[in-house]
């Protein structure tokens, strides 16, 4: 089959990672907004995606398990002895048959579905790129200096040239400010893989950078794989904190009393 562009079709998998411990919010996935569990809503909106024919969620707790099999979703129990995403989907690579295999963050339930096809449909058009990932502009407000704000700057093709959690690109006094050239994005955690680039990525050790800034994406540009940077106009409410929390469950029951 043919993509527009004359590019290969790309079949896609998406797996969810979701554990029950968490140092700020634990039991995050069973939280319930409008009558669901937070793991659901982020499942049912990867299921909106056109590119995406089959989630898994991945966990190593029963309860998880247990709520995502009652609500129709398909699960797997993965080791208790992961310590990434990365790793516990990696666990179930040998059954993920497809060309794509896209990790969603199971705290992201406003994720943008359309950010999900694009990320597949840039890795048809540039098949150079090895991984995709997504950005937007740093949001009105929010603190660039904040390392809990990943920051990416990309190249004139949309491939990232580097991830930090400090504030970058840098400034010489008296040059153009960052903002002035569209500096910098908001790196959102959703990433889609070829295959044989996540067996790579997998398999290597953390190099040095990803140990100093305490980002895997960094192993990837270490090993010299290709990073294309899907943007969109704004990151997704996350959930980490317990007031994130509340916020999406005032968005989400404020929808359902209409």
Same mark, same amino acid.
């Given at each position: 089959?043919t ?21 700020r919010l ?7 907004a409008?009558?669901r ?8 909106r990867v ?13 190593d ?6 709520? !995502?099999? =009652? %609500?129709?979703g398909?699960?797997?129990? *993965?080791s208790? #002895?992961?310590?990434? @995403?990365?790793?516990?989907?990696? &666990? ?39 991984v995709?990932?997504a950005a ?20 004139g093709r ?31 955690? !959703?990433? =889609? %893989?070829?295959?044989?680039e996540?067996? *790579?990525?997998? #398999?290597?050790?953390? @190099?040095?950078?990803?140990?100093? &800034? ?26 980490d904190?317990p ?16």
């Amino acid at each position: 089959m043919t993509a527009s562009g004359g590019s290969s079709t790309l079949s896609a998998v998406a797996v969810i990672p979701a554990r029950f411990k968490s140092s700020r919010l634990p039991g995050k996935p069973l939280m319930e907004a409008g009558g669901r569990p937070l793991i659901e809503h982020v499942w049912r909106r990867v299921r909106e995606a056109s590119r995406i024919g089959r989630i898994l969620i991945a966990t190593d707790d029963a309860r998880i398990a247990e709520a !995502v099999s =009652a %609500f129709g979703g398909e699960v797997r129990m *993965t080791s208790e #002895a992961h310590q990434t @995403g990365s790793d516990r989907i990696g &666990e179930l690579l040998p059954e993920l048959e497809a060309d794509v295999i896209l990790n969603v963050q199971g705290d992201e339930p406003e994720i943008d579905p359309a950010v999900l096809d694009g990320m597949v449909a840039s890795l048809e058009s540039d098949p150079e790129i090895g991984v995709s990932t997504a950005a937007c502009p740093f949001p009105e407000g929010a603190d660039p200096t904040d390392p809990n704000g990943v920051k990416v700057v990309t190249d004139g093709r949309g491939r990232a040239l580097y991830f930090s959690r400090a504030p970058i690109p840098g400034r010489k006094p008296g040059t153009k400010t960052s903002g002035d050239m569209g500096w910098p994005l908001l790196h959102l955690g !959703v990433y =889609a %893989f070829r295959r044989a680039e996540l067996e *790579t990525f997998l #398999a290597a050790e953390q @190099g040095a950078l990803e140990q100093i &800034e305490s980002l895997e994406q960094l192993r990837l540009l270490e090993l010299g794989i290709a990073i294309g940077v899907v943007t969109c106009a704004q990151a997704p409410a996350g959930v980490d904190t317990p007031g994130e929390f509340e916020a999406f469950r005032a968005r989400v029951e404020g929808l359902v009393g209409r």
